[in-house]
């Protein structure tokens, strides 16, 4: 059994091994003694939110925490039924709750399970908080009165909240005269009914059943797992051919967002995160700082710029977007693993919101995804072509030895182009004399190595993998 720690968000672990009802009921009244200690407020609210996503005996387990939570002496309330984690979040601020303890293991495969915690402010507590968890489980917890117990619907506010950020009117009429197809891929999680919910209409929703093996894949929106929505777009292309379509794709708690376009192209948040910078910016006139994370796109800053939007690099890890969030004006912050935000939102991802967004610049603009792509890839001048792939790491040691190395041998030449610098902030990221860059960076929640590339063609963009793929194994 592996001890109980939080990673990069939220303490993960496999259901019946490490994550098991004992161990949850041990955790999560720690955790509400800590959100208490942390957020515990001027106004005496004594509420935990306690949600779940779709996972495998999710609802027990949140149950069960409910009541561990309960007998110490919290107002508890319970989520009628699974949600988006960013509805817990959202929930947490709205009832300016002490936070929220959401069941979820996120994108992991079905095996999984998790316990992610939000503070009162509506976002993933920082490491010191977990700390904090982590350092009095096991401690005494004293006597209490039991709390409260009250079932709540986390949908009715949240889905209000996110309808309020948008033209709502004008993508419902989209669809109404058949202008605009959108379809789904929910991935079996927690997004499954979320845009019908919002849009007051049907859309073409797929992998919507509760399916705890995730077909035996994991929910996270990469291509190979998206074959599916591809082939139903294309598809739709070849009966519609006149329309606009979009695919809206969703991880398992919904807080990860990628796209497919109209004719069935994969697009990462690499292309998202531009094409909402331009919307926010261009057609709703909004300001603010634009976040990225080390390992995303550099036409970010070029479109921030050609806005006159400030820009500001933070390590891998949304928790460095939403700290910044809570002290800076901010238009949006984004990661290139699909986790998008916005600073008049909550300091969360939320992947319903973001949709919305991608739906409101298709409809005003009357364009296909790639589209605007192109287009603002033309504005700036400037043509990105992003891969990245996860090599396995065979035990901790090789991730000491290839640190070490890279510490002690600064690369100075990759694939034969000259390093130009580098950064170390997270990882090793390179910049080459051909305008490509190469970043190497070991997973904080998972045993892999990642190695992600952008360059003006992805010829460019596979040659600087594969020699880090060499690299790594050599
Ligand atoms: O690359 P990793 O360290 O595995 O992190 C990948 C992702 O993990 C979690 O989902 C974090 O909340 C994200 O902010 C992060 O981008």
Request: net charge negative; hydrophobic share 40%.
């Amino acid at each position: 059994m592996h001890p109980i720690k939080f990673g990069t968000d939220g303490w993960r672990g496999l259901i019946a091994a490490d994550f098991t009802f004992e161990r949850l009921k041990l955790v999560a009244p720690v955790a509400a003694l800590v959100l208490k200690e942390v957020y515990g407020s001027e106004n005496g609210n004594n509420q935990v939110i306690i949600g779940y996503d779709r996972r495998f005996l999710a609802d027990k387990f949140a149950r069960s925490a409910a009541e561990a939570v309960q007998a110490v002496g919290f107002d508890v309330l319970l989520s009628q039924s699974y949600a988006p984690t960013p509805a817990f979040s959202w929930a947490a601020y709205q009832k300016k709750a002490l936070g929220a303890l959401v069941i979820t293991a996120s994108h992991n495969p079905g095996g999984y399970l998790g316990l992610k915690v939000k503070g009162a402010f509506g976002g993933s507590v920082g490491g010191e908080v977990t700390q904090l968890i982590e350092a009095k489980i096991g401690q005494e917890l004293g006597l209490a009165t039991p709390g409260s117990w009250q079932i709540f619907d986390p949908w009715e506010s949240y889905c209000q909240a996110l309808r309020s950020q948008v033209d709502m009117a004008q993508i419902q009429q989209a669809i109404a005269q058949g202008k605009l197809q959108v379809f789904a891929d929910v991935m079996h999680g927690a997004a499954a009914t979320g845009l019908a919910r919002l849009l007051g209409t049907e859309i073409c929703e797929i992998n919507s059943n509760p399916d705890p093996l995730f077909d035996g894949a994991a929910p996270e929106p990469l291509p190979r797992y998206l074959s599916q929505l591809c082939r139903l777009i294309r598809t739709q292309k070849l009966q519609h051919p006149d329309r606009l379509r979009v695919g809206l794709v969703f991880d398992g708690d919904s807080d990860r967002i990628a796209a497919v376009d109209g004719s069935g192209n994969f697009l990462s948040s690499q292309i998202l995160i531009p094409i909402l910078i331009e919307h926010l910016a261009l057609r709703r006139g909004m300001t603010g700082e634009v976040i990225k994370t080390l390992s995303a796109s550099d036409l970010i800053p070029r479109l921030a710029s050609l806005y006159n939007l400030p820009v500001y690099e933070t390590p891998v890890g949304y928790k460095y977007i939403a700290d910044r969030m809570l002290t800076t004006k901010v238009l949006i912050g984004g990661e290139e693993s699909g986790g998008i935000g916005y600073g008049h939102h909550i300091p969360e991802r939320d992947a319903l919101l973001s949709a919305l967004y991608v739906l409101e610049a298709v409809t005003q603009s009357e364009r296909d995804l790639s589209q605007l792509y192109e287009n603002l890839q033309a504005k700036v001048n400037f043509i990105s072509a992003y891969d990245r792939i996860d090599l396995p790491l065979a035990g901790m040691e090789v991730r000491s030895r290839l640190l070490k190395l890279l510490e002690t041998h600064p690369l100075t030449e990759i694939a034969g182009e000259s390093v130009l610098s580098y950064q170390s902030i997270d990882g090793y990221k390179f910049r080459l004399a051909d305008g490509s860059w190469l970043m190497i960076r070991f997973s904080g929640t998972e045993p892999v190595l990642r190695l992600y590339s952008e360059a003006p063609n992805l010829e460019l963009v596979q040659r600087n993998l594969t020699w880090a793929e060499k690299w790594a194994n050599s």
